[in-house]
C-alpha cells in the first residue's frame, strides 16, 4: 500500500480558510486533517470539514452528465454522455447568443472560494460571450461598502493578534458556528484577563460563553455604535491626537452624535441606557488606559437594510479612541481586501466587446420573472448555475421556484450533488470537490495565500469547474488562447508578486508548503494610512454623499421592524432571523447524514412570552409565514431569542425539510441601504400551531 499526504486548502465560503492535510491510501482519501503548523489551522478543523471525505464519497455524489427527463423540479434524470451535454448546450447558447447574449445570465457565488474554480475560466467564458453580468451581492457587499467608505478597504486586525486583546466586542457574529479559529484566541485572550462582550439580538453558541451579552433588537446596531459614539465623545474617552491626525470630519460628528443620546439609543435598540453607557466606558476606558481593545464586527449586522451604516458606523469607533494603534486593538470585519490578486487577468475583463447589464443575484426571484423591456433589456432566457444553490440560499424563495419553473428558461447546473437547484436543472453537470482539483487561495479571516493539490482522481466523469468551462469555450468556436491555460497554470498567475505584499511568492514552493503570510505590517492603521480618498478614517465621507447617502454615521430602521413598520407589524409581530447552523455551511453539508443528524430538523427558537401567547408548548410544529410565503418548523421555547424574535438556524436543503420548505420563503428581496445586499435579517412573520 502506498499512503501519501497531500497539502491543500479548505475551499468552504468561512472566513478561516484551513490548511489540510490529506492522507491518501493507493489513491482513496481516507482521512483529512488540519496542518498542524499552519499558524492560524493549528491542526484542528470544524466537524464537517473533518469529515470531507465522507462528503466526496457520498453515494449521492454527481458522477455523470444528466438531461432532465421529467418536469422540471421533479428530479427526474437521465444520463447522457459529456459530448451529448455539451453540444445541447453549445447548441442553445449560440442561439440565444445571435439573438441577445445578454439573456443569458451566468449564476454563481461561494461553493468554492478558489481563485481558479471560482471565477476565473467561468469568466473569461461569460466575458466572451457578453452574458449579463452577476452582481454577487448575496452575502457581503453591504459592510464592503460601508467599511469602504470609512475605512477604505477590507483591511484590519490581523486575526493572530486577537489573544493579546484586553477587550473583545464579537459584534454581530457567532464564531462558535461560523469562525472556530477566531474564537480559539477570543479564549486564549479571555484566559489572559481579557473581558468578551457578544452584541446579538440571539444568544448564540457565542453569546453563551462570553462574560457579556447585549441583545439589541435585529437591524438597530447602528444606533447602538451612534448611542456609543455619544458618551465617548461626552465622556470625553476620545484618543485627542489620533483624531487630529488621521481621521476627517470630527467635528460633524461630534454633533451628529449629540442626537442620540444613551435614552434614545435604548429606545431604539431594545436595551437599557445603563448598557449603553458601561459598554461606552469600558471600551473608551480601557483604550485610553492603553489597553488593546478589539472588535470582531461580522456578517449578523448586515443582513438588515442599514446593514451598510451599520458597520460603517461601527469602523469609526477604533479611531475614534485611537484603537488602531495596538497590533491587537482596532476592529476585523473580512481580510479579503489585504490580498494582492490577479482577478482582472484571471477574469480577461478585456475580453467585453461593451459592458454588459448586470443582474443582482439578490433579486434573481423577481428577474427570472421579469418580461424583456426597454429598462431590464432582453428577459433571462438561459441560466448557468455553478458554486451555489439558489433555490435554498436566496431571498423569497417561492419566486425564485416560479422563476425556475419556467418552460422556456434553459438552465445549466454544475454541481456535486443533486440540490434543490438541480432538480430544476434542464442539464446537470457533475463537478469535482476540492479533492480532485487544484487551487489558489485568500482567505477573509486570515492573512494566508494558500495552494490546494489535488488529492485524488476526480470521480465518476466529474471535471473541475474551470475544465468545463474550457470544453463549452472549445465547442462554440472560442478560439483565444486564454481558454487553453491550465489550472496549474492560472494558479500560478493568481496572486500579484509584483506586490510588496506577494513579492518573492513562488507558485512551485507555495503548493509544497501549502500556505505563505502576506508581508503586512502587524497594526495597519497604527499610523493612519487609512485607504480612503483622504488618506484618513472618514467619519465624514464626500464619496457618500455624491452617492446620495448620508455622509455622517447614521441610523437607518429596518423595512420590518415593530418600530419601523407598525402596520405591518400589526399582522406579522415577530421578527425572524435565520443565521447559520452550526453543522451546516449555508446549504453545503444538509445531505451528509452525520451533520444533518446533529442539527435535527428544522427547528424554530421562540421566547416562553411568545409561545405561550400562541398557544404553542416546545415540539410543536409550527407555521412561520408573512405574505410572501410559510414554511414549518419544530418550536424550540427557549429564551435564548428575546422576546419578540424568532430565530430559525439555517439553511435547510428544502426537498429535506420537514415540509419541502426553509426560512427562505418569508425573506424578502429588498435590498440594503448600500452594496446592493440581501436583507434576510430584516423579516416579519407571524406564528401558528400547525393543527394536527
Ligand atoms: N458553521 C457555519 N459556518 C459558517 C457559515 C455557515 O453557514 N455555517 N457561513 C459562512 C458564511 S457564508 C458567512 S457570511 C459567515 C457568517 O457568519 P457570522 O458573521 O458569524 O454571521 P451570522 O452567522 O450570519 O450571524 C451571526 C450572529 O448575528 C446575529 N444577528 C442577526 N441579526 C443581527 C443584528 O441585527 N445585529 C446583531 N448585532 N446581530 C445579529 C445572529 O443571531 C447570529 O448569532 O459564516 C461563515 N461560516
Ligand atoms: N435565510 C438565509 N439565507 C441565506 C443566508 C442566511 O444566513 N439566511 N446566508 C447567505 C449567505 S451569507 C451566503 S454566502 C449564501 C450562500 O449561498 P451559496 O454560495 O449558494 O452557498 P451554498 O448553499 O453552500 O451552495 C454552494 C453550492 O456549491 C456547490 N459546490 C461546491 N464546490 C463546487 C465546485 O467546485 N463546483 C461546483 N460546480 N459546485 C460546487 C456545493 O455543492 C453547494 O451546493 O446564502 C445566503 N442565504
Ligand atoms: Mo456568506
Given at each position: ?23 491518501v491510501e493507493d489513491g482513496v482519501a481516507t482521512a483529512v486533517k488540519g496542518d498542524p503548523d499552519h499558524p492560524t489551522t493549528a491542526g484542528v478543523l470544524c ?503 448620508d455622509p455622517l454615521p447614521a441610523y437607518v430602521p429596518p423595512y420590518e421592524s415593530v418600530a419601523s413598520n407598525p402596520a405591518l407589524a400589526a399582522r406579522y ?120
Open positions: 500500500m502506498t499512503t501519501t499526504q497531500v497539502r491543500a486548502a479548505c475551499p468552504l465560503d468561512c472566513p478561516d480558510t484551513c490548511a489540510l492535510l490529506v492522507t466537524t464537517k470539514v473533518a469529515r470531507y471525505t465522507e462528503r466526496t464519497y457520498h453515494e449521492d455524489r454527481l458522477l455523470y452528465p444528466l438531461k432532465r427527463v421529467g418536469r422540471k423540479g421533479e428530479g427526474k434524470f437521465e444520463r447522457i454522455s459529456w459530448e451529448e451535454a455539451l453540444d445541447t448546450i453549445a447548441g442553445k447558447l449560440t442561439a440565444i447568443a445571435a439573438r441577445a447574449p445578454e439573456a443569458i445570465l451566468p449564476y454563481s457565488y461561494c461553493g468554492t472560494m478558489g481563485l481558479i474554480q471560482g471565477e476565473s475560466m467561468s469568466s473569461r467564458f461569460f466575458n466572451k460571450l457578453g452574458a449579463s453580468l452577476l452582481d454577487r451581492t448575496i452575502c457581503a457587499t453591504a459592510g464592503f461598502t460601508g467599511y469602504k467608505y470609512t475605512v477604505g478597504a477590507s483591511v484590519g486586525t490581523d486575526m493572530e493578534q486577537f489573544q493579546n486583546a484586553k477587550l473583545l466586542i464579537i459584534w454581530g457574529g457567532n464564531p462558535i458556528a461560523s469562525n472556530l479559529h477566531f474564537w480559539t484566541r477570543a479564549q486564549e485572550a479571555k484566559r489572559n484577563g481579557a473581558k468578551l462582550i457578544a452584541i446579538d439580538p440571539y444568544r448564540s453558541l457565542t453569546a453563551e460563553k462570553c462574560h457579556q451579552h447585549i441583545a439589541p433588537l435585529p437591524g438597530t446596531d447602528s444606533a447602538l455604535a451612534l448611542g456609543l459614539m455619544h458618551v465617548l465623545i461626552n465622556e470625553d474617552l476620545l484618543d485627542h491626537d489620533y483624531i487630529a491626525n488621521y481621521t476627517l470630519g470630527f467635528a460633524q460628528l461630534r454633533q451628529r452624535a449629540q442626537e442620540w443620546t444613551p435614552e434614545r439609543t435604548a429606545a431604539t435598540c431594545g436595551i437599557t441606557a445603563q448598557e449603553v453607557i458601561d459598554l461606552a466606558r469600558l471600551y473608551g476606558g480601557m483604550a485610553k488606559a492603553g489597553e488593546p481593545v478589539a472588535i470582531r464586527a461580522n456578517y449578523g449586522v448586515q443582513r438588515v437594510r442599514g446593514g451598510g451604516m451599520a458597520v460603517r458606523n461601527i469602523a469609526c469607533l477604533p479611531a475614534l479612541v485611537g484603537a488602531w494603534r495596538h497590533a491587537a486593538g482596532g476592529m476585523q470585519l473580512s481580510s479579503s481586501g489585504s490580498f494582492p490578486t490577479n482577478k482582472p487577468w484571471l477574469q480577461r475583463t478585456d475580453l467585453l466587446k461593451k459592458i454588459p447589464r448586470t443582474i443582482n443575484m439578490t433579486t434573481i426571484g423577481d428577474d427570472l420573472l421579469r418580461p424583456a423591456s426597454p429598462d431590464f433589456g432582453p428577459a433571462v432566457q438561459a441560466l448557468i448555475v455553478y458554486n451555489s444553490n439558489p433555490l435554498a440560499i436566496a431571498p423569497e424563495s417561492d419566486k425564485v421556484m416560479r422563476g425556475f419553473l419556467r418552460e422556456d428558461l434553459f438552465t445549466v447546473v454544475l454541481e456535486q450533488f443533486q440540490t434543490d437547484t438541480a432538480d430544476y436543472a434542464d442539464i446537470v453537470l457533475p463537478a469535482t470537490t476540492q479533492l480532485e482539483h487544484i487551487d489558489a487561495h485568500t482567505s477573509y479571516g486570515h492573512l494566508y495565500m494558500m495552494a490546494n493539490n489535488p488529492a485524488i482522481a476526480p470521480m465518476g466523469e466529474a471535471k473541475p469547474n474551470t475544465e468545463i468551462f474550457r470544453l463549452l469555450a472549445a465547442k462554440m468556436g472560442f478560439d483565444d488562447d486564454c481558454f487553453k491555460e491550465s489550472d496549474d497554470q492560472l494558479a500560478a498567475q493568481a496572486f500579484n508578486t509584483r506586490d510588496v505584499r506577494a513579492v518573492g511568492l513562488d507558485w512551485d514552493a507555495l503548493k509544497r508548503k501549502g500556505w505563505q503570510k502576506l508581508n503586512m505590517p502587524a497594526a495597519p492603521f497604527a499610523q493612519g494610512g487609512f485607504f480612503t480618498p483622504s488618506g484618513k478614517c472618514e467619519f465624514y465621507s464626500a464619496q457618500m454623499e455624491k452617492d446620495g447617502l409581530p415577530l421578527a425572524m432571523i435565520s443565521p447559520p447552523a452550526r453543522n451546516f455551511l449555508n446549504s453545503t453539508f444538509v445531505n451528509v447524514k452525520s451533520l444533518r443528524a446533529a442539527e435535527g430538523e428544522p427547528h424554530l427558537d421562540i421566547h416562553p412570552d411568545d409561545s405561550a401567547a400562541r398557544g404553542i408548548a416546545a415540539g410543536d410544529m409550527v407555521r412561520i409565514f408573512n405574505d410572501r410565503g410559510a414554511f414549518v418548523a419544530k418550536a424550540r421555547v427557549t429564551d435564548k431569542a428575546r422576546a419578540g424574535l424568532v430565530v430559525g438556524l439555517s439553511v435547510w436543503w428544502k426537498k429535506l425539510a420537514t415540509d419541502g420548505k426553509n426560512a427562505n420563503e418569508v425573506t424578502s428581496q429588498q435590498l440594503t441601504d448600500m452594496g446592493r445586499a440581501p436583507t434576510f435579517y430584516d423579516t416579519l412573520v407571524q406564528v401558528e400551531k400547525v393543527s394536527a
